[in-house]
């Protein structure tokens, strides 16, 4: 995989994801942890035990900031870096209890953060010598909208819009109900001057009707190659301004082939909602009270 390059500023909801989380797992108190003596220390090892692209460290970090500010966290690997199988993450010291209650939350975060680092980066990769760029989409999991945005800038991808307030797209059932997508572009300039509109489109009938409507992008959503070259050439033709983006049925075995027909985007739902949890292992060692 790629060496990182800087990662990105985290997202403003950092602190209230993390005590969230907290507040669901631990509840009115962690009655195992009480098991362990207060005053008794542990040293802790993070290890992956996979190759990935780590992210997720803010929330990993905030979490034990928010059980104990005594706990010390000493990073091995950057944001964004490329983990190999067995390769130690980072180490953490302090109060034993602490660092067992927020032991699965802080793994948790990592885990699925990496994940969609890990297979975002994958697509960048494997288009990498392409003009083309990848793009999220609004498939995340609920109330981690912005983490997993987050996590798909430090895999190397591009962020669509964050929800349904900074963008415009006009699915079928939008035409349907404004009645064609001459009409819903319309209404959509008229409502919403200088905001992104995109229109997403089934045949090349209908792109042909966007491109005539003015629309700033198209989602050319499940066309199969020669329909998405069909599109690329109406495009040059007729607007050559407008942005195509590719999306549906698109794998890391096919996604070279779409890229090569000229479009712009190819968005991937894959990668923020079918994830595989990096595996991660934190192996404790305890210190005696005193």
């Known amino acids: 995989m790629s060496p990182p390059g800087e990662a990105p500023a985290p997202p403003p909801d950092v602190v209230a994801q993390v005590r969230a989380a907290l507040t669901e797992d631990i509840g009115s108190g962690d009655l195992t942890a009480a098991l362990v003596p207060a005053a008794q220390r542990a040293r802790a090892t993070l290890v992956s035990r996979e190759a990935a692209v780590l992210c997720g460290r803010p929330w990993f ?23 190999g199988a067995r390769s130690t993450v980072c180490t953490l010291e302090g109060p034993a209890r602490a660092l067992l209650t927020g032991e699965r939350t802080a793994l948790n975060f990592l885990q699925t953060l990496s994940a969609t680092a890990t297979a975002t980066r994958r697509y960048v990769e494997a288009v990498a010598d392409t003009p083309v760029r990848i793009l999220d989409t609004r498939k995340t999991i609920p109330g981690l909208r912005l983490a997993q945005k987050y996590a798909v800038r430090v895999g190397g ?4 819009r964050i929800g349904l307030w900074d963008a415009i797209l006009v699915k079928e059932n939008h035409i349907v109900a404004a009645g064609s997508i001459t009409a819903a572009v319309r209404t959509a300039r008229e409502r919403s001057p200088g905001v992104l ?82 595996d991660l292992s934190l192996r404790f060692t305890f210190a005696g009270g005193h």
């Open 197 to 278: 509109l995109q229109v997403e489109v089934e045949t090349v009938e209908q792109a042909a009707e966007a491109f005539a409507a003015g629309a700033d992008r198209l989602l050319l959503d499940n066309f199969p190659l020669a329909r998405l070259r069909a599109a690329v050439e109406l495009r040059a033709a007729r607007a050559p301004r407008t942005g195509l983006e590719a999306s549906g049925g698109i794998t890391l075995d096919n996604i070279r082939e779409v890229a090569a027909t000229g479009v712009d985007f190819i968005s991937i739902g894959d990668i923020t909602k079918n994830l595989h949890a990096v």
């Open 61 to 83: 970090e905030q979490v034990f900031r928010e059980l104990d500010p005594g706990i010390t966290v000493t990073w091995q690997a950057a944001e964004g870096a490329a983990l």
């Open 157 to 160: 991808a591009t962020n669509h």
